[in-house]
């Protein structure tokens, strides 16, 4: 497979995991190409992609959208390590319907544990990475994000 052809599969294959994984309505951007370094502020939930098309994807968003998401999910709101413990599970629950998505399409890949980060911007630098701006209705957004492992 081409590697034109690889990446619309794989962001084909993110926006597919990210509706099926999330039970409310949301609408995701066009991919972003991104050729710099980018900033990751409030929660991020690192995931790495191995396999035939080593990747990372990484979640970002607000803690109230994360504690939003998981009220509309299991229907009480969520706060305090709760909400760390829940995005990191999102991420896991995301990253693994990707894997599936992918195996189906002849690409085998395998997902390391999420890895949350709280509170400390993190900078990740990278020579090309997709993102996909997912909005939830009013202020609620999550940035997911694909980063080409070189």
């Known amino acids: 497979m081409q590697k034109l052809n690889q990446w619309d599969t794989i962001l084909d294959s993110t926006i597919r995991s990210v509706h099926q994984v999330l039970p409310v309505e949301l609408e995701i951007d066009q991919p972003e190409v991104l050729n710099e370094p980018f900033l990751q502020e409030e929660i991020g939930v690192f995931i790495g992609i191995s396999g035939d098309f080593p990747t990372r994807l990484i979640l970002e968003g ?3 959208t994360y504690s939003q998401l998981g009220e509309k999910m299991f229907g009480m709101p969520l706060m ?3 909400v760390e413990s829940f995005s990191g599970e999102l991420g896991n629950m995301i990253g693994g319907h990707l894997s599936t998505l992918l195996s189906e399409k002849g690409i085998q890949v395998d997902i390391t544990p999420p890895q949350t980060i709280v509170g400390q911007p993190t900078q990740y630098n990278c020579k090309e990475a997709y993102k996909l701006a997912a909005s939830f209705g009013g202020s609620d ?4 994000w694909l980063i080409v492992e070189e």
Do not use: P, Q, V
């Not at 957004?141 to 997911?144: E, F, G, P, S």
């Open 62 to 64: 607000k803690e109230s």
């Open 80 to 82: 305090g390590e709760m």
């Open 141 to 144: 957004k999550m940035n997911i």
